[in-house]
């Protein structure tokens, strides 16, 4: 397994892992990192940076406004980025995808602007126990705001959605329902074709926080069928300060705009201003263009996610070995790339600070998901996540210092 | 490695807590969380009639850090008068604590005096410091 990591899938990730400076780095003790961070954030190749240098360097220009050269090479670029995300994830129109600056925000939009318009008094609004904040505090904003409700699906024992609440609750008619497509704790990965078809025979309209899942399986919005899409752009291996929100053509037509600024209007006069055609109607300002997602075409999703897919196995594999160790999260078939661990005696953060000193870049905390700790009945967990320049040699090394740390606490 | 910041004195003091618990009639009880991390610590204070220390008490959960510099200051303040306690400061509880915290870990590291300080002057945050 661990000198021919590429074989099974079909994918060099030590040949990848050289177009990401970072691996090289030493740290304070003269290691290199053990990146086991990324659904948090990822890393980013060489080949997205130089874009963004390209970018900078060559033809900075504020998009939409200036006739000259650069800014129509700005706008250019601008807009086929716009293209490529809509073919990254099968829209039928790239005027359906907004530039936001990140997932939170895509969410945050809909609420504040489908949410303002659609939902009323007594309203249902179903969300689940796994939901990252960004998807649950924008809708408690709102149901607050037009005294709606909301209901949450809760969790089995080994980490899934419990579906049968899941259709009790879509009986009730719920206007909105909202899910993540993957656990960014648990690593589940909900089925969510189903579960938006359900609603959507049920009447609602439906959002998926594909956060955790478009940066390492392919997403088609069409198979899945939902209203509104949300993703994050540097989780995928693009800068920071960009995302896109999904959403069908009818749906963004009727809703009214989001911040208001320029390049979202039309007109502008003393008494008021009419809006800007889609996309453009919802961006306001100049956001950062996304570059990665060639990147990730040219590695492939099906690649990516099996190599995530053996990763993972690989460390479910090594941390069943360890003692008195409890994994969350569902088993490898239904799982992405995140593994959330906790050991009776040691904190999360200890643990954190003990793998550091060997290099291990890990994240302990609640994740943005507390209702999910208190579900779970822990405050916290410490979790691994990977990517496809995770190596099977970054899971040794986190499982050694796992051990060490609880010598240091056991003995 | 990591032996220095979990040092036999840190784990000692977290695995065996001095003074935990709740007092059944404090004359200053205080509870603050440290949102981040999910740290908890209250303290329970009963003051004598000449303002010192008579029986303190603390409880919480959280990171060895946190819970370890709870037990210590506890430990610590017992017997003095409240004006002593008034001027402890950050580094006098560091120095205490006999370890070097990243800027991270500082909060739970200082989490306990920050809920002494609270629970004393009866407000939420640092007199001398802004919130953050």
Redesign the interface.
């Known amino acids: 397994m661990k000198q021919n990591a590429q074989t099974p899938t079909g994918l060099d990730v030590y040949k990848i892992r050289q177009d990401f400076p970072i691996f090289s780095r030493k740290l304070k003790n003269g290691k290199p990192v053990a990146y086991l961070d990324s659904a948090a954030t990822s890393q980013r190749p060489r080949q997205v940076v130089e874009a963004m240098e390209k970018y900078f360097f060559e033809c900075n220009a504020n998009i939409h406004r200036g006739v000259y050269q650069i800014s129509e090479e700005a706008t250019a670029a601008y807009e086929s980025a716009r293209q490529k995300v809509a073919k990254f994830i099968n829209a039928q129109s790239s005027r359906e995808i907004i530039f936001t600056r990140n997932a939170t925000e895509a969410i945050n939009l809909v609420a504040y602007t489908w949410g303002r318009q659609n939902i009323s008094q007594g309203d249902l609004i179903v969300l689940t126990i796994m939901e990252h904040h960004s998807n649950i505090v924008p809708w408690q904003i709102l149901a607050k705001e037009k005294g709606a409700r909301i209901e949450y699906v809760d969790i089995d024992e080994k980490g899934y959605l419990r579906l049968d609440q899941y259709t009790n609750l879509l009986q009730q008619a719920p206007k909105l329902v909202s899910f993540t497509h993957v656990s960014n704790v648990l690593g589940t990965i909900n089925p969510v074709k189903q579960m938006v078809k359900q609603a959507k025979e049920a009447g609602a309209t439906v959002l998926v926080d594909a956060a955790q899942s478009a940066p390492h399986m392919a997403v088609d919005v069409q198979d899945i069928g939902c209203d509104f899409l949300a993703i994050s752009g540097h989780k995928m291996l693009g800068p920071t300060g960009i995302g896109c929100l999904y959403g069908k053509r009818e749906l963004l037509e009727q809703m009214p705009p989001f911040l208001g600024g320029g390049d979202m209007i039309l007109k502008v006069t003393l008494n008021g201003a009419s809006w800007n055609e889609l996309p453009w109607k919802y961006e306001a300002g100049t956001p950062a263009i996304a570059e990665a997602i060639d990147y990730l075409n040219r590695i492939g999703m099906e690649n990516i996610h099996a190599h995530e897919k053996m990763i993972t196995e690989y460390a479910l594999e090594a941390l069943s070995e360890i003692d008195n160790l409890t994994i969350y999260g569902p088993p490898l078939s239904d799982r992405s790339g995140v593994i959330s661990v906790t050991i009776p005696g040691v904190h999360p953060h200890d643990l954190a600070t003990i793998v550091d000193r060997d290099g291990i870049a890990l994240r302990a905390g609640h994740h943005c998901c507390m209702p999910l700790m208190d579900r779970l009945d822990i405050a916290a967990t410490a979790r691994i996540s990977f990517y496809m320049y995770t190596i099977p040699e970054e899971i040794d090394r986190f499982v050694e210092s796992l051990k060490k740390a609880k010598e240091i606490f056991e003995k | 490695?990591?032996?220095d910041?979990?040092r036999e004195y840190i784990?000692d003091h977290y695995k065996n807590p001095r003074n935990y618990g709740r007092l059944e009639h404090p004359t200053i009880s205080h509870e603050e969380g440290n949102p981040?991390?999910?740290?908890v610590v209250g303290i329970d204070i009963l003051l004598d009639k000449d303002n010192n220390v008579a029986d303190v008490k603390f409880h919480g959960?959280?990171?060895?850090?946190s819970q370890a510099s709870a037990s210590i200051l506890t430990e610590k303040i017992k017997g003095m008068n409240i004006e002593q306690v008034k001027a402890i400061t950050k580094d006098d509880l560091l120095e205490e604590l006999g370890i070097e915290v990243?800027a991270t870990?500082l909060k739970?590291a200082l989490l306990s005096l920050k809920v002494l300080k609270a629970g004393i002057y009866g407000i939420s945050t640092w007199p001398d410091e802004e919130e953050e």
Do not use: E, Q
Not at chain 2, 36 to 39: E, K, R, T, V
Not at chain 2, 61 to 65: D, L, P, T, Y
């Open positions: 490695m990591s032996d910041l979990y784990l981040l991390c999910g740290d959960r959280g990171c060895a850090i990243s870990r739970c």
